[in-house]
């Protein structure tokens, strides 16, 4: 699963992209490089898009979304646990936010990364990175919630294109076309469960 993207761009071409005016949040700063999940102690987040009406902006999240998980020692006892990736797009947890359309967002990304599956000569999985050379900045259908630290998000995972499948055969993000930006935010779910689809290998580098 994807836990390491990169957003390079500039806040200015991160806003033009998505459709938002300034002024701009106040404490975004851009570009922000590699983004990492969030942590139990210390958050880590990134930079989102949503929309309230026809009020569209930036918001800054933590990148995992807790739920609570039996432990393995203590069923009894709950454990909290951080998800990056959505992929049971059937499960009750998932399906209030995918329903709602201000629980949707886009994730605005510029590259993204797998580790392989063949370590090299050092013993490590390589890292591999993903991008679209046509689209600067790209977006992943994503979605979020309130939490106790302040809202989080994940992005959702599907089946993996030509591109991404050598080097991860379980799943990839779903990336969203242009057009498709103001559909994932706004349209009924009905209407957008068919943008949780590979995105087209031709247009992808791997690198």
Same mark, same amino acid.
């Given at each position: 699963?994807?836990?390491?993207?990169?957003? *390079?761009?500039? /806040?200015? +071409?991160?806003? #033009?992209?998505? $459709?938002?005016?300034?002024?701009?949040?106040?404490?975004?700063?851009?570009?922000? @490089?590699?983004?990492?999940?969030?942590? !139990? !102690?210390?958050?880590?987040?990134? #930079?989102?898009?949503? /929309?309230?009406?026809?009020?569209?902006? &930036?918001?800054?999240?933590?990148?995992?979304?807790?739920? /609570? &998980?039996?432990?393995?020692?203590?069923?009894? !006892?709950? %454990? *909290?646990?951080?998800?990056?990736?959505?992929?049971?797009?059937?499960?009750?947890?998932?399906?209030?936010?995918?329903?709602?359309?201000?629980?949707?967002?886009?994730?605005?990304?510029?590259?993204?990364?797998?580790? @392989? %599956? *063949?370590?090299? +000569?050092? $013993?490590?999985?390589?890292?591999?990175?993903?991008?679209?050379?046509?689209?600067?900045?790209?977006?992943?259908?994503? &979605?979020?919630?309130?939490?106790?630290?302040?809202? #989080?998000?994940?992005?959702?995972?599907? +089946?993996?294109?030509?591109?991404?499948?050598?080097?991860?055969?379980? #799943?990839?993000?779903?990336?969203?076309?242009?057009?498709?930006?103001?559909?994932?935010?706004?349209?009924?779910?009905?209407?957008?469960?068919? %943008?949780?689809?590979?995105?087209?290998? /031709?247009?992808?580098?791997?690198?």
């Amino acid at each position: 699963m994807c836990n390491r993207y990169r957003l *390079t761009a500039k /806040q200015v +071409e991160v806003a #033009a992209t998505f $459709g938002i005016r300034p002024p701009y949040e106040v404490d975004e700063t851009f570009p922000t @490089g590699d983004i990492f999940p969030t942590g !139990k !102690k210390t958050p880590f987040y990134g #930079a989102v898009i949503v /929309q309230n009406g026809d009020d569209r902006r &930036i918001e800054r999240m933590e990148w995992g979304v807790p739920t /609570q &998980i039996p432990s393995k020692r203590d069923p009894a !006892k709950k %454990l *909290t646990k951080y998800v990056t990736n959505v992929r049971n797009l059937t499960s009750s947890f998932w399906r209030s936010m995918l329903t709602t359309p201000a629980r949707r967002c886009l994730v605005p990304v510029t590259s993204f990364s797998e580790y @392989g %599956l *063949t370590p090299g +000569e050092d $013993g490590k999985k390589p890292l591999h990175w993903f991008d679209v050379p046509s689209r600067p900045v790209f977006a992943f259908a994503a &979605i979020w919630r309130p939490t106790e630290r302040g809202n #989080a998000y994940g992005f959702l995972t599907t +089946e993996p294109n030509s591109v991404v499948a050598p080097i991860h055969p379980k #799943a990839m993000p779903v990336i969203l076309h242009d057009d498709d930006y103001n559909r994932w935010l706004t349209s009924p779910w009905d209407e957008v469960s068919g %943008l949780v689809a590979p995105y087209p290998s /031709q247009l992808m580098n791997h690198r």
